[in-house]
């Protein structure tokens, strides 16, 4: 009973291929999150999304999209991979001010 | 956008009291203060929030200055298992969702 679920874990993929990375909450929250951790530990945030509203960080490829199928899941499309993809992918979704993440998805581009 | 500011890292012996502080100093009227920590493999876990003034839980407590420009985690007595990246985060994401800033993160090493 994982509150907040990503799959797939690992991801290995070539450049310029399109992959998709699944999150589901079961937590009933109306708004979730997808970042972007770096192998500096910097986590941005790329996307905010809830039933009204998608909130796009500026610096975010129009490569990456997310697509929310109903509100319990945020999966993650990016197209054209690229090197510079290569990062560790949290999704995450809020209560009040406290965020909920998932385990995470550790995307290599080769 | 609040900027947050933390030390890249920190190290501390067992048994110890362990202060770690966040500047920010564009932090908004709404703002709220998160902490959050991180262990290797895993996603950010919620640690502490506060507004204002002081809060603890039984993990730790959170220390605000009436000007809120600057916050600081406190973890009593840390164990080895505390050795972890801490996080603070400055945002009022009920308002402006997607705008709250993550800082850099402080790794913190707890040595035996």
Not at chain 1, 37 to 54: A, C
């Amino acid at each position: 009973d994982t509150a907040v679920s990503q799959t797939p874990k690992y991801l290995v993929t070539q450049m310029g291929n399109d992959k998709s990375i699944k999150c589901e909450q079961n937590l009933g929250h109306d708004t979730m999150y997808w970042y972007k951790q770096d192998s500096k530990k910097f986590l941005k945030i790329m996307f905010s999304y809830n039933n009204k509203e998608l909130i796009i960080n500026e610096t975010v490829p129009n490569r990456f999209s997310p697509k929310s199928p109903d509100k319990a899941h945020l999966n993650l499309h990016i197209n054209s991979l690229e090197l510079g993809d290569s990062a560790v992918y949290f999704c995450a979704s809020r209560q009040g001010e406290t965020q909920y993440f998932g385990p995470g998805t550790r995307l290599l581009v080769l | 956008l609040a900027k947050t500011t933390q030390p890249i890292s920190m190290d501390s012996y067992e048994g110890q009291e362990v202060n770690i502080t966040c500047s920010h100093n564009n932090i908004a009227t709404n703002d709220y203060i998160t902490w959050y920590q991180q262990f290797p493999s895993q996603g950010p876990r919620f640690i502490i929030q506060g507004y204002k003034t002081k809060v603890t839980n039984e993990v730790a407590s959170l220390f605000i200055p009436a000007d809120r420009k600057s916050s600081t985690l406190s973890l009593p007595r840390v164990s080895l298992s505390d050795t972890a990246v801490y996080y603070c985060l400055v945002g009022d994401e009920g308002t402006n969702a997607g705008k709250s800033t993550f800082g850099d993160g402080t790794t913190l090493t707890v040595k035996p």
